[in-house]
């Protein structure tokens, strides 16, 4: 059964950096375009970056860009997402999400298959 597995998360302080991974069960995913999302409670879930199936294109939400990089490595079924100079704001449950075809799409309901979430606290 193809699933997405999350790691990485944890508590840090602000201005600091956390590295999310997510590992696919298979290699039908390197057809895939695949991204991150995030959830903070009482909130609706938001796009945070994506990345095409090949790993050229990436996009990220306003919010992160020149603090996020999305990344993939096809030849071991692997996204990352670095992030850093990390606030309070980013604070949430951040989960991995894949699609059939080649770029990213922005909206949750555009991804079919999802990781469990890994929490993310940004806090002193």
């Known amino acids: 059964q193809a699933q997405l597995v999350e790691s990485g998360g944890g508590l840090v302080q602000p201005g600091g950096s956390l590295r999310l991974s997510c590992a696919a069960s298979n290699r039908a995913f390197r057809s895939h375009s695949m991204a991150w999302f995030r959830q903070a409670p009482g909130k609706e879930r938001e796009f945070v970056a994506g990345i095409s199936a090949n790993g050229v294109f990436a996009d990220y939400a306003d919010s992160v860009k020149g603090r996020f990089t999305i990344s993939r490595d096809n030849a071991e079924n692997m996204m990352a997402m670095q992030m850093r100079s990390l606030k309070p704001g980013d604070t949430g449950v951040y989960y991995c999400?894949?699609?059939?075809?080649?770029?990213?799409?922005?909206?949750?309901?555009?991804?079919?298959?999802w990781g469990q979430g890994t929490q993310v606290t940004v806090s002193s």
């Open positions: 999400a894949s699609r059939r075809g080649d770029l990213a799409a922005l909206t949750a309901p555009s991804y079919e298959l």
